[in-house]
């Protein structure tokens, strides 16, 4: 989403990936270690009518960080999906939201969800679909293709 913000829809699926790729880069052999890891992504997976995102904001030097990492404050409540006219906005993972953002910087990666009730997922199957940041310093706005549709409709659909 523009030049420095990436947001990635996650499931079942990518949650695991990530688990595994953790508990190979950090050599993680015991079932505790596993444990400890199957705690802290499990809440990313989504339940039926919610989708779960990672959003990055992909800083590579100090300069830009200093820059950036202020301006971006509360990027995690201004997402928000366009389902046609109807705007649903991002819900931090509570779980991180307390760790990520202070009052003057934020955190480069956020944990977020969008909440659907079942008509809105109907809605979300032929409406018009874009994803949008709305934040004083950085608005930006895309539209999600069929393909995203269809991926994300069987992460909406029970």
């Known amino acids: 989403m523009g030049p420095i913000v990436t947001v990635l829809f996650e499931n079942r699926d990518t949650v695991l990936f990530q688990i595994?790729?953790?508990?190979?880069?950090?050599?993680?052999t015991s079932d505790e270690q596993i444990a400890a890891e199957l705690e802290v992504?499990?809440?990313l997976i989504p339940e039926p009518g919610e989708l779960s995102a990672t959003l990055f904001i992909e800083l590579t030097d100090e300069a830009s960080l200093r820059e950036w990492l202020?301006?971006?404050?509360?990027?995690?409540?201004?997402?928000?999906l366009e389902i046609g006219a109807e705007l649903v906005p991002s819900v931090p993972e509570e779980a991180h939201e307390e760790q990520l953002t202070r009052e003057d910087v934020t955190s480069?990666?956020?944990?977020?969800?969008?909440?659907?009730?079942?008509?809105q997922v109907e809605r979300f199957a032929s409406a018009p679909l874009w994803l949008a940041v709305?934040?004083?310093?950085?608005?930006?706005?895309v539209a999600l293709d069929d393909e995203a549709r269809a991926?994300?409709?069987a992460d909406l659909r029970p």
């Open 41 to 43: 992504y499990n809440p």
């Open 70 to 80: 202020g301006k971006m404050v509360g990027i995690e409540r201004a997402l928000r």
């Open 108 to 119: 480069s990666v956020h944990y977020v969800r969008f909440l659907l009730g079942p008509e």
């Open 134 to 141: 709305d934040l004083p310093a950085y608005r930006e706005r």
């Open 151 to 153: 991926e994300l409709l």
């Open 20 to 28: 595994q790729e953790m508990a190979r880069i950090e050599k993680m």
